[in-house]
């Protein structure tokens, strides 16, 4: 975990030119195998293909650069069927946690079913617009 820590200062390093510029920084969701993956994907600022196995770990990291507004955030775990055209969107999961950290949040889950997946992180005091949202897959 400490690891993961001073990779993730090492990022905001990297990244706080961005808030010098002008430029307002964006939220940023990276999805690995594991806490090793996603360290790598934060250095070279790069996303994974986001392909995951039925039954391993999905490890995913949230990066808010102006902080969260609150101690609680809520993250779902979105399913969308292939077959439907219309509405064809089920909710798995949805966890209401508390942040040890007013930038970030790291955490991982499970899934069994194969298929398209979204993974949206709301602000526990504005649940009506995500803070960050990203697409991932589960195959067999």
């Not at 030119?17 to 999805?31: D, E, I, N, T």
């Not at 077959?83 to 955490?107: F, L, M, Q």
Request: with cysteine; proline share 1%; charged share 25%.
């Amino acid at each position: 975990m400490k690891k993961l820590f001073s990779v993730l200062f090492l990022f905001f390093l990297i990244v706080s030119p961005s808030f010098a510029w002008g430029r307002k920084a964006r939220a940023l969701l990276y999805f690995g195998v594991s806490e090793n993956e996603i360290e790598k994907n934060v250095i070279k600022k790069e996303e994974s293909e986001n392909i995951f196995k039925a039954g391993s770990k999905i490890y995913f990291l949230a990066y808010i650069p102006e902080g969260f507004k609150s101690d609680y955030i809520k993250y779902q775990i979105v399913k969308q069927d292939d077959n439907a055209h219309v509405a064809g969107y089920s909710r798995i999961r949805n966890v209401t946690c508390r942040v040890k950290n007013k930038n970030y949040y790291s955490d991982y889950f499970i899934l069994y079913e194969k298929g398209k997946y979204f993974l949206q992180i709301f602000d526990i005091q504005n649940l009506h617009q995500w803070l960050v949202v990203g697409g991932f897959r589960v195959v067999e």
